[in-house]
Each structure stands twice: as C-alpha cells, then as structure tokens.
C-alpha cells in the first residue's frame, strides 16, 4: 500500500479488503530530510473492530452505516497532506491584560483577557530534525519479525494448595414450607 508511488505521511484506506484494514505509512524522507531516502517508508497496518470500516474522511474505524464510502476513499488520500503543515496565518495566544477602572464613587480593579499576537517560532518537528541530524543513518532495514508464540514468565494460577476443593453439584432439595 505505502510502496510504489509516491506516498506522503498518513492514514490510508485498504479498499482491497473493503476498508476493513488501513495503513499508517511513515516515509521518514518527510520527516527526517537530511537521514533518510525516498525509499524508507515504514506502514503500519490494523485492522477495524467487528462491523466497522476505516473512514477516510475522519481517519478513524465507524459503524458500516456511518462511513464514508470504501469505494469512494481513494478520492480522499490527499487530505494526508495537511500532516506537518505549517498554517499560512499566525497562531495567536491569550494573554492576561490588566486594565483600571475609575468612576467617580468607586475604583475598581479588573482584569480582562484580550489577544495578543505572538507566532509560533518555528514548527515542532524542526528541533527534532536539529537534534537528530548529527545522528548516522541507519546502516541496518527495519524487518518486522513473524509472530512467534508468547511464553507467559510468570506463574498464571496459584499452586493447587491454595485453589478451592472442587464442590460436585447436589440435586435442589424439594422442601415445603408450612
């Protein structure tokens, strides 16, 4: 899914299995530059619950009935496009203001909170790509590994000494109440 074309960071329908399955791909090109070629894409694959599909309009798993259609999702890969966007306008913060209030009987302190502009200096993952990119590339390809069966390491049931004797079941006794 993630191979073969040109793919950017994001959550993509499988509408080969009806969009019971979709995949993360992780081009790490797009987020780490300097450290990664075109070809490193990671995809990470899940399956939905029982009776749900992935939706690509809100990337999530939903009802069947209320999912945006599996046939229609491939029309909607391009909003992955707006992950790691820096918006065109500023970001503001809300910034306490005090202000005085005087009339002739009484003066009264309040404060109010009006906006104040004040952008972003930069985007998030600038300083991760700073801080990494003195780092060497992987020399090694991530493999996942065949699920192998899981060995518990602890002890899942007490000793036997410490279980309830084992009860059999006895006939309901037929009784009448005077």
Known sequence: M???????????????????IFHI???????????YDAEDIYQFSFICPAYTIFTQDAMVCAWVDSAFPCSEAHHLYD?????????????????????????????????????TRKPVSRPFWTYFRSTLASSPKPTTQFTPTVNQPITPQ??????????????????PSTTLLP
């Not at 081009?27 to 780490?32: E, S, V």
């Not at 918006?87 to 906006?115: D, F, G, H």
């Open 2 to 20: 993630c191979g073969g074309r040109r793919v950017v960071y994001g959550y993509y329908a499988d509408q080969d299995n009806d969009c019971q």
């Open 79 to 115: 909003r992955n496009n707006n992950f790691f966007v820096v918006p065109a306008e500023e970001v503001y913060r809300e910034a306490p203001v005090s202000t005085t209030t005087t009339t002739t009987t009484t003066t009264t302190a309040s404060t109010t909170t009006t906006s």
């Open 25 to 35: 791909c992780v081009p790490m090109q797009q987020l780490f530059p300097d450290l």
């Open 154 to 171: 602890i002890e899942l049931l007490p000793p036997p000494s410490t279980l309830p004797p084992e009860t059999t079941p006895q006939e």
